[in-house]
Structures are given as C-alpha cells and as structure tokens.
DNA sequence: GGGCATGTTCATCTTCTGTTCATCTGGGTG
DNA sequence: CACCCAGATGAACAGAAGATGAACATGCCC
C-alpha cells in the first residue's frame, strides 16, 4: 500500500513518515501543495494524508484540485483547528475523513487503516473488461466462463491491461511497471508476452483483444 | 516528443543528448542561454532542460524569460549545487522539476516520463475540432461516428492540426513537429500524407476539412 | 539429481508503414 | 489565352516493426 504524507511541518511529517514505514507502508512526503498534488497526479497512491495549512497551495486548494483532475484516491486531512466550519470545508473539498492536530498516532493509524479498508470493500476485487474477467483476490482469470491458466507475468502484464482498458500501453510502461531498471530495451520479451497472452486468451478464433498500435504499443480493446 | 537541452558542459550535454535520442525523443542542444532561449521560443518543444550555471545567460534568467514571454513548456532544471535556495530560486523561476548533479541517466529519464506524463494529463485526453475527435490516451480518431484508422505518422500530424486548429500550418512547420532534422525539403513527402490523411477523414462526398493554402501551407478547418 | 514450469533469447517470416517517383491537374499571372 | 508552378494523385519499393516457433537458461519441487 503506497501512501503520501503532505505536510510543511518537517518533524511531524517525518515521525508520521517513520510510523507508517515501520507498518509496513510504502510513503512519500511531499512539504507543500504544488508538490503534493504533483506526486498524487503522477503516482499511484492507496491514500493521502494531507495538512490544511501549507504554503503555495493550501488542503483544501490542493484536495480539490485532485478531485476536478479525476484523482479519487482516499484523503485523509489534518488540521490544527478544530473548528467544525473547517471540517465542513474539508468534506466539501473532497475528502474522506478528517483528523484534528494534536492527535495520537495510534489515532492516526486506526484512520488509515479504516480508510485503506473501506477502500478495498469498494473496489470489487473482479476486474472486468468485456467478457474477460480478472480476479486480483483469487488471481483467476475467466473469459465467459473458460479459465485462463495464466504465468506470474502474463498475469502482471494482463492486470496492467485490465486497469487501462482501451489505453494505449506503450513498451516503456510494460516495462516500468513488471520488470526492475535494468531492462534491456533491444530484446523482443515483451513481443514475446503478447504473443502467449493471446494465444492463450484468444483460443476462439475471434480476433485478439490485444490490438497492436504500431508504433506505439498495445491496447486492451473492452 | 520534442526536447531541448541547454547545457554549456558539451560533454555532459552530448551524454543526454544520446541517451533521450535513444529513447526515441527527438532532441536539440543548445549551449548557453540565449541560444536556449531563442531556440526554445521558435520551436514547439514537449520539455525543456536546464542548466542553471551557464554563461551569457544563465538558466534563472532564461526560465523567466521563456515564462515573461509566454512559453508554458515544462522545464526540468539541473544544478551542481543542491542548496534549498538554489531550488527554491528554480521553482520560483518557473521550473517544473529539479535534478541536482551528478544524477544517474536513468534518475533523469524518470523525471523526463514524469514530467511529459503530467504534461499529458493536465490536458484533457480529448481534442476536439467540428466533429473530429481525437483522443491522445487511446490514440483513437473519429468523424462523427465513423472510426478512422490512421498509422503513427498520419497521427502526430493530425494532432498537430488539432491542437492548431483554423491557423495555417506551413510545411516547414509539419517537417520540424514530425520528423527529424536531416529532413528532404525537396521531397513531397508532406503532400503524401496531407493526400492519405484527406482520403482517411473525408469518407462521404463532404469538401476536406484540411484546405490548401496556395504558396503557405494547410489548414484544419474547424 | 531429474523433471517440470517459467522466464529469456534467438532466428526467421510477414505485414505494414514511410518514402520515393513519375505523372496529372488546376489556379494564377503575364 | 497559354504557360508555369504548386499541389494532387496513384503506384511501387524497401526497410522496420511486429509475429512466430523454437531453443536455451534458470529455478523450484519432489
């Protein structure tokens, strides 16, 4: 689970940051709101946990922006006031829940874990992409109702797909997201994938949902 | 992807240069400020980077200037000092990144990905002109209704239409946006693919929505 | 240690795209 | 009205990108 603390407040955000480490939390911080709403845009967080008062960009400015840009990642904000007109605003900013400074961090904990669950019943843990169906829980993947018996990396590679249907998925990002730096991008391997995950999810002779965009990459046709 | 690299250490600069080169981008050097800035104001560049120290002008001085002068292009600033101010200065500036030397290649290319990804999502995914629609995510055109196949070439000069929509769009323009620089001006490749791309958009009967500029170039008729 | 499954590399084949070329067309100008 | 040039057009070609089948390597389980 990725989480990204924002807050200017150095030594809090670092004992938050050590705290949520030591769970066994993935954390990034980020000390105002120009940066934090960078790093919430580019990356893939499970939560936020975000101060109210920052410079250049304030909670709520921030949340809000996250929100119009389509980020609907959990938010949980902090705030040294108590004031309920503050909460309001917050909620109305977008966010999730709401904790108010001084806090003990057990407080804090209980919170995110609370969120991070309630994000997980949400989610169903089916993907679904036209007749293809991807179980994250299970890892079983169905098309109608023929099992697919799919490798570690197939199924990587497939999920990736299933999370941006009709995306054009380029190499570079196949790459980034199922195998480490040092990748030799000369080699054939991710051609290679594609080829075995068709084969496999097309037995039917009906055309891939695998398209190829030449040039560019591969798309996931819903 | 077009980027510019200004950097008065050629050696350094000509490391970077290969590097993005094999990337895939498309890259021009530049070795002290003003020929930066001036190559950055005449050419659609995707992303700027910047040395801070560097004679004539230095990279403070011609971020504000390309900014004073209207240019919105993202700049990834590099610097050999990694002091806070030094940072601030660059932000405030009008940087989008930083990256304090000496930094591994691959460090750089993340923040590269990075900064073109936000690029790509702060603009919505969907250009829009009359009843043409081109979506940037899926890499997907259509007129009305009609899906319309185009291949990687055909692509990136229409986009370049769309994004400059009624304006004349001359050949020397095209040549710089969508091919490298050992271009043939001689040749007709240009009329080509206006010629495919016409056949491709103009299905039905209906007048082209790309018109001929006699003696300056074409235009996207919105 | 043998055998199986998975990940990776390699060589070859196929298809498509980018480019070139030769020829045709029509508008503007003297 | 005739000429000329910019642009339009259709076809052909060559190289690149991708597809494919098989071999090779590695690690794990029994």
Same mark, same amino acid.
């Given at each position: 689970?990725?989480?990204?603390?924002?807050?200017?407040?150095?030594?809090?955000?670092?004992?938050?940051?050590?705290?949520?480490?030591?769970?066994?939390?993935? +954390?990034? $911080?980020?000390?105002?709101? *120009?940066?934090?709403?960078?790093?919430? #845009?580019?990356?893939?967080? /499970? %939560?936020?946990?975000?101060?109210?008062?920052?410079?250049?960009?304030?909670?709520?400015?921030?949340?809000?922006?996250?929100?119009?840009?389509?980020?609907?990642?959990?938010?949980?904000?902090?705030?040294?006031?108590?004031?309920?007109?503050?909460?309001?605003?917050?909620?109305?900013?977008?966010?999730?829940?709401?904790?108010?400074?001084?806090?003990?961090?057990?407080?804090?904990?209980?919170? +995110?874990? $609370?969120?991070?669950?309630? *994000?997980?019943?949400?989610?169903?843990? #089916?993907?679904?992409?036209? /007749? %293809?169906?991807?179980?994250?829980?299970?890892?079983?993947?169905?098309?109608?109702?023929?099992?697919?018996?799919?490798?570690?990396?197939?199924?990587?590679?497939?999920?990736?797909?299933?999370?941006?249907?009709?995306?054009?998925?380029?190499?570079?990002?196949?790459?980034?997201?199922?195998?480490?730096?040092?990748?030799?991008?000369?080699?054939?391997?991710?051609?290679?994938?594609?080829?075995?995950?068709?084969?496999?999810?097309?037995?039917?002779?009906?055309?891939?949902?695998?398209?190829?965009?030449?040039?560019?990459?591969?798309?996931?046709?819903?």
């Amino acid at each position: 689970m990725r989480i990204l603390v924002v807050d200017d407040d150095r030594r809090l955000s670092s004992i938050i940051k050590r705290g949520l480490l030591e769970e066994a939390y993935a +954390v990034d $911080a980020a000390h105002d709101g *120009e940066d934090g709403q960078y790093l919430a #845009e580019v990356n893939p967080y /499970d %939560l936020i946990i975000l101060d109210i008062m920052m410079p250049k960009r304030d909670g709520l400015q921030m949340c809000r922006g996250l929100r119009a840009n389509g980020v609907n990642t959990p938010i949980l904000m902090l705030t040294a006031r108590d004031a309920v007109e503050d909460r309001v605003k917050g909620l109305d900013a977008g966010a999730d829940d709401y904790l108010v400074k001084p806090f003990a961090f057990n407080e804090l904990l209980a919170r +995110v874990r $609370a969120l991070l669950r309630r *994000e997980g019943m949400f989610k169903s843990p #089916e993907i679904v992409v036209g /007749d %293809l169906v991807l179980n994250t829980l299970t890892r079983e993947v169905r098309r109608g109702d023929r099992a697919i018996e799919l490798t570690t990396k197939e199924y990587v590679i497939l999920e990736y797909f299933m999370r941006h249907p009709n995306v054009v998925v380029t190499r570079t990002m196949l790459e980034e997201h199922a195998w480490d730096y040092d990748f030799d991008s000369m080699s054939n391997l991710i051609d290679v994938y594609i080829r075995r995950l068709r084969s496999k999810i097309d037995a039917d002779g009906e055309n891939s949902l695998i398209q190829t965009v030449r040039g560019a990459g591969y798309r996931l046709k819903a």
